[in-house]
């Protein structure tokens, strides 16, 4: 059965901690991406990666990182330097960087206290 | 101005009642737009994609309008089950990679 799998779905952590973000597809799919959603606005992208070892920032990369060093996992960081990483967090994937049609995990919910 | 403009609502209907939204985008280069359901707390997923003049599936009609610069969505026949927030979705980017710029989304809520 193909898809996208975030986990945890719900995280809590203490200000000032780094937490990583699972998130791996068995899509065969080239593009991965993070986004991030707070209420009552759009998804805001913060991270791509058209193919293995090569991510680009988005829109709202700063006080996140992330790897792709493989195909099928895209993990997010989200660091102390992040200064409101209370959000939903969403990965998606699609075929290429260039076939617009993404499809998204069931997302990872961040509480940090 | 934003790069995609929806109409947040909420909108609320009678079961069997059509209902439309709109989508404002203001990049005229922009190629491909979509229209995602989102369920409340879940992941957004695909609902149609819009290439063309726009296109039908069973009660769900998408239009595109490129001179005016907007998109549509056309319920017939409101379901309970169509409660949701409709996210309209535009490639705001280049062709060599299609960055996908996401609007606020628009709640509806179908009623008995």
């Known amino acids: 059965d193909g898809g996208i799998t975030q986990s945890p779905k719900y995280l809590f952590r203490k200000e000032g901690q780094n937490v990583t973000l699972s998130c791996e597809q068995n899509?065969?799919?080239?593009?991965m991406y993070w986004y991030r959603q707070d209420p009552g606005q759009g998804l805001r992208l913060i991270y791509y990666?058209?193919?293995?070892?090569?991510?680009q920032k988005g829109d709202i990369a700063e006080g996140y990182s992330v790897s792709r060093e493989k195909k099928e996992s895209f993990p997010l960081t989200v660091t102390s330097a992040q200064k409101n990483p209370t959000a939903f967090y969403l990965c998606?994937?699609?075929?290429?960087?260039?076939?617009?049609?993404?499809?998204f995990g069931p997302g990872t919910r961040l509480t940090v206290l | 101005r934003k790069e995609v403009e929806q109409d947040p609502g909420p909108f609320n209907v009678p079961e069997g009642a059509t209902v439309a939204f709109n989508c404002t985008y203001s990049?005229?280069?922009?190629?491909?737009f979509f229209w995602y359901r989102q369920d409340c707390r879940k992941e957004p997923k695909l609902l149609m994609s819009v290439y063309s003049s726009g296109n039908e599936d069973g009660r769900f009609t998408a239009q595109l309008n490129r001179a005016s610069q907007y998109i549509s969505l056309l319920i017939r026949d409101s379901k309970l089950s169509d409660s949701a927030t409709y996210l309209c979705?535009?490639?705001?980017?280049?062709?060599?990679?299609?960055?996908?710029?996401f609007g606020q989304g628009t709640i509806l809520t179908v009623h008995p």
């Open positions: 998606a994937s699609s075929i290429s960087a260039s076939y617009n049609e993404q499809f």
């Open positions: 979705v535009v490639n705001t980017g280049g062709t060599s990679y299609g960055k996908l710029t």
């Open positions: 899509l065969n799919h080239d593009a």
């Open positions: 990666s058209q193919i293995v070892n090569d991510f």
């Open positions: 990049n005229s280069a922009s190629q491909s």
